[in-house]
């Protein structure tokens, strides 16, 4: 069993794993600035775990669908400025 965590399967986004309590460990979705919230069943190790994340039931998306379902977390979850940038500006001639 591999020890990488494999994306969200909710919003494709990197996931990170958690300690809950002493000997529990859980993975989230780890989606900057906000997570989708998802979150994998609580193990008693990394390991399991990590096992559970990754082998859950993930429908294969076609693009399309997939590219729908990210315009829709995009659309609820928009990105906020960070300090320090400006933003993007189109320039229409």
Known sequence: MTDTLKLC??????AEMIRE????WRVRCNRKP????A???IADS??????????RPVPKLTKAERD???AIVRALCPPTPRPGLRAREDKHE
Do not use: E, I, M
């Open 34 to 37: 906000w997570p989708c919230f």
């Open 68 to 70: 729908r379902n990210v």
């Open 21 to 24: 309590k002493p000997r529990q």
């Open 46 to 55: 990394r390991r399991k775990a990590t096992g559970l994340w990754n082998h």
């Open 9 to 14: 399967p909710f919003c494709a986004s990197p």
């Open 39 to 41: 979150l994998g069943p």
